[in-house]
């Protein structure tokens, strides 16, 4: 099943017991049976500056074994922190009022992951894997063991704590497994657990509706009460054709936003290369052997968060005589109830086990939320998530790794239909760029959406399908990779050779040369309102018909605060005619001697303008010049300073903006970098960049934390590449740095850089790699 690691299921309960001194002793005793018998097990790395590991290995056990031992020494504990999380395991050893780094409380946690990770799923997820990719598997756990075994007292933060356990390749498919769901299942974590029979009937029973519904998706996007999920997350992708760029190659910017804090999204710098056959360079999430944005000597990627929909609930008809039971025709069929056992600490250090009931439909898991989906006599909901029997993201991704050109690269997509929930923008070295939305998405007919779901709710991403009729399955397509989803053939794909760009919407205006429309609502939706990153790239790209290097840094690094290009001047209008309001006077003065920038120099009024920015966004009729499908590059623009009520609004939500700064103590003459910052070791260090809402291509998020507002999550991993007649050349930085560990060398370096908005030449070549080599390691199978 699972090969030699079948040796550590054996001894995990009773190792997970035993001091890490002990733990190590075993580890290494364990590898040396094992790989003595891999006569060609090997790897090579190289680090240079600011821990970038360079792994060289002969094959595919090799090279997860480099993985795995160069990511132990970085981010030992930050993986076994979610390797528990995706066990189920958090409230055994953290208790279950505490949560994850999702956010979720730990018992929710807890249930979902024991349910969603169970033995059955991990091991069918197994089986699939072609021998290459069950190869970078065990050769990562063995490498990452390998570490904890060497590891010295002090070298790792957490040693001393009784989770740090060795892991096993089970792990790491239960935490792939918990990443696919990111777009569908995990923000449905709290209504899932929270579903159970209805208990006392009565007429008040409330049964959702399209106002119900539209009434808590306009409050709130993130209503899905499923934490920090892929509903927060976002990316800007720039690729340059040879059309325009001005070297008549191509260029590539990635700049995905993630978490910042310590978790399963956490970006992992390395070069990975097995000769003849594999040469990358780029960033991973924790625990997957292979690049997930990145380039090779033939072509450049990145991704961005979709818009697309990955999951469908479905209303139950129930069976009158039981709420246990749901109807489709006549026939009555019986909700599966799983009951789920964890363990749980208390206050006191004692576990027991906790038991609790999910119940399960043939679609997915019944889900509630009070009020909106709620499980009365008469209806349930469920929810079916496409990525759930996604077995084909290794085996995409580590194809991506290999590809040699755009075409490849699409034929590899069509062809595995691996990727999650992400767009995908490339450029190759003869100056092709690419745009694909190629995820996992569920294959509905325009016929169906009509017959089975409420359209109001799928226009604002909701779909909601009848249960109750076989008509309203998924259609299967023998074109598609997976039953039941959208064949690669229907969905957006867009070749040029001056550019393509996402910024998190949809595939329409990919190229607004050239429109991506007539897709299903479920893949892309044309005719809606742009984001303000979108249209800020795309502007700059219109000042000129060529584009270089530098000019794509400057997109991030100018930090430039886009909602103010197209409101301020108004703003500023509306304070001259107020000149004589004391109050108004002082927050006009901060507005006027700001930059509209979000630079670490940049003064108070850029804080002022995003409380302001907030209540802006709710006041009505606030355009000057309103959204037109027909203009969405340059519209909304300009306050509507001819409605009274408009003008009274904004006066009243910049006044009590002010007023909340005066409140809070900030002065007038403080700059971005005194507010905005990220601790580490103690030290605050300034963060340039701003929310994504104000048009800020660099995304960076803080939330207030005492004295001044910590980055939670934005730019992430940065990569810039230019493709000449020698190759790729490489800029880039991890905003975070390398390791989530304080206690390595490699926790602050890249932060600092990221903080001077300064982007080092990533090292590709030998020539580049020898010159700046810092420390190397050859592993053997006897040891080094």
């Keep these: 099943m699972f090969g030699r690691q079948s040796i550590f299921p054996i001894l995990r309960t009773t190792i997970e017991k035993l001091p890490i001194l002990l733990i190590s002793i075993i580890i290494g005793f364990l590898i040396s049976c094992a790989v003595n018998t891999e006569k060609q097990q090997i790897a090579d790395i190289r680090w240079t500056t600011y821990g970038i590991p360079h792994i060289k290995a002969d094959n595919e056990f090799g090279l997860g074994y480099g993985i795995g031992y160069a990511y132990s020494r970085d981010n030992a504990c930050l993986l076994v922190q979610e390797i528990i999380t995706a066990n189920g395991e958090r409230s055994r050893f953290f208790g279950t009022e505490k949560t994850s780094s999702a956010q979720i409380n730990n018992l929710a946690s807890d249930l979902f992951y024991s349910w969603l990770n169970n033995d059955y799923q991990v091991d069918t997820f197994w089986q699939k894997q072609p021998e290459a990719i069950q190869q970078l598997l065990r050769g990562y756990v063995q490498g990452f063991n390998r570490y904890l075994a060497e590891a010295k007292p002090g070298d790792i933060s957490c040693q001393k704590d009784e989770w740090l ?122 625990g997957l052997p292979l690049i997930n944005i990145g380039f090779n000597q033939h072509i450049a990627w990145t991704h961005t968060v979709d818009t697309s929909s990955h999951f469908t609930l479905y209303r139950l008809k129930l069976d009158p005589k039981d709420p246990t039971r749901y109807l489709v025709g006549d026939e009555s069929r019986p909700l599966k109830k799983i009951t789920i056992t964890v363990s749980a600490k208390d206050n006191d250090g004692n576990v027991s086990e906790v038991k609790h009931a999910i119940y399960e439909s043939e679609y997915g898991p019944v889900v509630v939320i009070p009020g909106m989906l709620a499980w009365d006599k008469n209806t349930a909901f469920a929810l079916r998530d496409a990525n759930r029997d996604n077995t084909r993201v290794l085996s995409q991704w580590y194809s991506i790794n290999q590809v040699r050109d755009t075409k490849e690269l699409q034929r590899s997509l069509a062809q595995l239909q691996g990727i999650p929930w992400v767009n995908t923008v490339a450029v190759d070295a003869t100056g092709k760029a690419l745009y694909l939305n190629q995820s996992v998405i569920p294959f509905l007919t325009d016929n169906q959406l009509n017959t089975c779901a409420d359209p109001m709710l799928i226009k604002h991403g909701l779909v909601v399908l ?150 802006f966004a709710q006041i009505e009729n606030r355009w000057r010049v309103p959204f037109n499908p027909k203009n969405p590059l340059h519209t909304p623009y300009g306050i509507n300073l001819d409605n009274p009520e408009v003008v009274q609004a904004v006066v009243t939500v910049l006044r009590a903006a002010n007023d909340k700064l005066e409140n809070m103590g900030i002065p007038s003459n403080i700059h971005w970098g005194d507010i905005q910052a990220v601790v580490k070791n103690g030290r605050k260090i300034p963060i340039p960049g701003g929310y994504g809402e104000l048009g800020v291509y660099n995304v960076i998020e803080s939330e207030l934390d005492e004295d001044y507002f910590k980055v939670t999550r934005g730019s992430s991993y940065i990569q810039l590449v230019e493709f000449d007649n020698a190759g790729p050349k490489a800029w880039g930085v991890l905003a975070y740095s390398q390791s989530s560990d304080p206690l390595s060398e490699h926790f602050v370096d890249q932060t600092q850089l990221f903080s001077q908005q300064s982007w080092p030449e990533l090292p590709f070549t030998d020539v580049q790699i020898e010159s700046g080599v810092l420390k190397r390691i050859t592993l053997f199978p006897q040891g080094i």
Excluded at 274 to 286: E, H, N, R, T
Excluded at 511 to 540: E, H, W, Y
Excluded at 542 to 553: H, V, W
């Design 165 to 286: 356990r060795p892991i096993l390749t089970q792990d790491l498919v239960r935490l792939v497994r918990s990443l696919l769901v990111e777009g569908g299942l995990k923000q449905f974590v709290g209504p899932m657990i929270g579903a159970s029979p209805p208990q006392h009937l009565d007429s008040m029973s409330i049964r959702a509706n399209t106002s119900q519904l539209l009434a808590h998706i306009e409050f709130d996007r993130n209503w899905l009460f499923g934490g920090k999920s892929v509903s927060s997350l976002g990316s800007n992708a720039l690729a340059i054709g040879k059309a325009r760029a001005m070297n008549g190659k191509g260029l590539l910017l990635a700049n995905p936003h993630f978490p910042w804090e310590v978790g399963a999204q956490r970006f992992y710098q390395m070069h990975l290369t097995i000769p003849g056959k594999l040469d990358v360079m780029g960033a991973a999430l924790p």
């Design 466 to 615: 009848d249960g109750s009729t076989q008509q309203c399955q998924w259609i299967v397509d023998e074109r598609a990779a997976q039953p039941g989803i959208v064949p690669a053939v229907k969905l957006p794909a867009l070749v040029r050779e001056d550019y393509v760009q996402n910024s998190n919407d949809s595939a329409w205006l990919s190229n607004p040369l050239d429109p991506l429309t007539g897709f299903s609502p479920l893949v892309s939706r044309s005719d809606s309102q742009l984001g303000l990153r979108t249209r800020f790239a795309v502007s700059r790209l219109q000042e000129s018909n060529r584009t270089t290097a530098a000019d794509l840094r400057e997109l991030v690094t100018d930090n430039r605060v886009y909602l103010a290009d197209l409101i301020m001047d108004d703003l500023l209008s509306l304070c001259k005619l107020h000149r004589d309001s004391k109050d108004l006077k002082q927050a006009c003065a901060k507005l006027d001697q700001w930059d509209s920038k979000a630079n670490v120099n940049s003064g108070a009024g850029l804080l002022l303008f995003s409380e302001f920015a907030m209540g």
